[in-house]
């Protein structure tokens, strides 16, 4: 089955450290990933994505996702957390038999001042 | 650009009373669709649309209706309201082509039925 998994609920980073969000996906074929962030009562936002070419993506607000192939993985990152950064943050994979895109359950990030 | 528009912000149901949430964008995008959002459960796929006259069903359909008579407007209809289906919906809209699938979403349906 195509699906996407965030094995973490929570993650916590002091200001200034940096920050990883994991996702993992299964999907047939070349996968097109995303990383979209939501705000308190707000709708979601693009952020970044890997559609091909170079591993490592850069995206808004200084954060970057690599994507590793062997480990289906699509890691999101930024060198040095905000408190501003603290916000929900989901991982989505474009289904390419069906053009489906499913998200994951999502990641509350906590920067701790 | 206003982008894609959700209407009503809130709405409270009855069992088995019916209502359509609509979803607008003016941005020529082809691909559209609707996800709720649960806590615990992220987003998941109710239904979406490649284009006018195209409609496919997501993770979880049941309950819910969808059609596509124009690009710009996708609106998710619920025949039968149920307690379950107390949810936030957002409605989504992307190219196909590049940028491909970037999604811009609306701000959100809250319903409540009881």
């Known amino acids: 089955a195509q699906s996407v998994a965030q094995p973490e609920d929570q993650v916590n980073v002091a200001e200034g450290n940096p920050l990883t969000v994991k996702c993992t996906y299964s999907v047939s074929g070349n996968p097109y990933l995303f990383w979209y962030v939501q705000y308190p009562n707000r709708g979601l936002q693009f952020l970044l994505k890997?559609?091909?070419?170079?591993?490592l993506v850069k995206g808004s607000y200084g954060f970057e996702a690599e994507f590793n192939k062997s480990q289906t993985s699509f890691h999101l990152k930024k060198p040095s957390a905000l408190v501003s950064d603290s916000a929900l943050y989901f991982c989505?994979?474009?289904?390419?038999?069906?053009?489906?895109?499913?998200f994951g359950k999502g990641t509350r990030l906590h920067i701790l001042p | 650009n206003a982008g894609v528009t959700q209407t009503p912000k809130f709405q409270v149901l009855k069992t088995g009373q019916s209502m359509t949430l609509q979803c607008a964008q003016d941005?020529?995008?082809?691909?559209m669709s609707w996800y709720r959002q649960d806590p615990g459960m992220g987003l998941r796929l109710i239904h979406y649309s490649v284009g006018a006259g195209i409609t496919d069903q997501g993770e979880v359909p049941n309950g819910y209706n969808v059609s596509r008579s124009t690009t710009e407007d996708f609106p998710l209809r619920l025949l039968s309201a149920a307690p379950s289906q107390t949810s936030v919906y957002f409605c989504a809209s992307s190219y196909s082509g590049e940028p491909a699938y970037e999604q811009y979403f609306g701000p959100g349906t809250r319903l409540t039925v009881t």
């Open positions: 890997y559609i091909t070419g170079d591993n």
């Open positions: 941005m020529n995008h082809e691909y």
């Open positions: 989505a994979v474009r289904v390419f038999v069906n053009d489906k895109i499913i």
